[in-house]
């Protein structure tokens, strides 16, 4: 299904856009992220567009817990769409391993699977994979702008308490 809006959205840790098409948001932008030809994707407005790019602002903002949104992964593999959508049930403030992920997917040897579901996620934040830590608690696998710095300021911006997870 083809993007039908790109909006930009605007954080304390600068510039990030948001893509919809018409069954819900199919793409996220980070911060930090190259935003050069978002115009050349679509153009436009959409209420849902608009309402993901203030929702996305109020998260950064550290105003809103949990997104009321709709998103779009259909192009994805059924394996990638499961564990997306087992990602997006992890409560604000709180994570998960990939090995957990895995086995809630029902497939408990596959947590590198998992990792390559997350490290391709098109719609971090609202599918909030920075959630997801290494059995021991590291930090790992963060594809987004910014890589681990990103994921710990996330985790950091949600109050979690994931240093307290973390084996020396």
Request: glycine share 10%.
């Amino acid at each position: 299904m083809p993007v039908c809006c790109v909006v930009r959205y605007v954080t304390n840790l600068g510039p990030g856009a948001v893509a919809v098409t018409e069954r819900g948001v199919c793409r996220v932008w980070l911060p930090g992220d190259d935003l050069s030809d978002i115009d050349k994707i679509a153009s436009g407005e959409s209420e849902l567009a608009r309402k993901a790019a203030n929702q996305l602002e109020q998260y950064f903002q550290g105003c809103l817990q949990q997104f009321d949104l709709p998103v779009d992964i259909s192009l994805l593999t059924s394996f990638r769409q499961q564990v997306l959508q087992l990602t997006m049930q992890i409560p604000y403030g709180s994570y998960t391993t990939y090995g957990e992920l895995a086995k809630k997917a029902g497939s408990p040897k596959a947590a590198r699977a998992v990792g390559g579901a997350l490290g391709a996620n098109p719609i971090p934040i609202i599918i909030p994979c920075h959630r997801v830590l290494a059995s021991n608690g590291a930090l790992t696998g963060f594809s987004g702008a910014g890589g681990i710095l990103m994921k710990e300021n996330l985790l950091t911006l949600e109050g979690a308490d994931f240093r307290a997870f973390k084996k020396v």
